[in-house]
Structure formats: C-alpha cells, structure tokens
C-alpha cells in the first residue's frame, strides 16, 4: 500500500470522488516508471513529499464502511448529524489510495498533473510536485 486515506461518503459517493489531502510526514513516497518495454525512452519519477497538498480524482476504492458508528473529524461530525438526522440517510467512509501488487509490482492506471523537467544527473523526468492525480477507478 504507497497511499491511503479515509473519506467521508454519503448516500452519493460522489463527494468520495474528488478530494484534496495533505499528506503526513510518514507518507512521502515515489512512483517510478522505468525499464519498462512501453517507457525506454521516457523514464519518469513522480514525488509525493510529505506536507504537500495533492488533489486526487478517481482512485482505486479500497473498502467501504457504510455504516460509520464514529465522525472522524469535527467537518465529518456536522455532515454526519445533518445526513443522519435532517435528511435521514446514511453516513459512513470510503478507503481510497493508491495500491501496488507485491510480487509483480504493478499498481493502478494513474494519469498525473503537474510540472515534469528532465534531470540530467538522473537520467529521467522528474515531477516534484503533482497537483492532480487521477486514476481509472
């Protein structure tokens, strides 16, 4: 698992789709598409540095709780109140991130946003900051 974050869903999970989260300072991770048959000549790097703001739309949905006994967060707490007890409909989280198969390492479709520059010294493209990440879901 490089990434993983609970997001609060309601009857429609069209709120789970689109989120923006910072990232803790134990989360830092990189992706790297090299030596690949498809990327020989475009190798790439994507940073994800910790603190950094990164909006995500569509990624993988990793679990699903319906039924949330507890609000997370105070944000989470006053919609749980105003869908349980005004609209009376359910409340409850989705898991989304980014997972990655252990043995064959291959993880999601991902497509990516954000400022890409060659590093000579590496040998690859470089995205240091990416402001959109969107996955196939």
Do not use: C
């Amino acid at each position: 698992m490089l990434f993983q974050r609970d997001v609060a869903i309601f009857n429609v999970l069209d709120p789970s789709r689109l989120f923006t989260t910072k990232l803790n300072k134990t989360e830092p991770f990189s992706l790297h598409f090299t030596d690949s048959d498809k990327n020989k000549e475009t190798p790439l790097e994507v940073r994800f540095e910790s603190g950094q703001k990164i909006q995500f739309f569509d990624i993988e949905t990793l679990g699903l709780e319906e039924h949330a006994e507890k609000a997370k967060t105070m944000q989470d707490q006053l919609w749980a109140l105003y869908y349980r007890n005004y609209l009376k409909t359910d409340f409850g989280y989705v898991k989304k991130g980014i997972a990655v198969d252990k043995k064959s390492g291959e993880g999601p479709e991902l497509m990516f946003l954000g400022e890409v520059a060659f590093s000579e010294q590496a040998k690859r493209f470089i995205m240091k900051k990416p402001k959109l990440i969107i996955g196939t879901d």
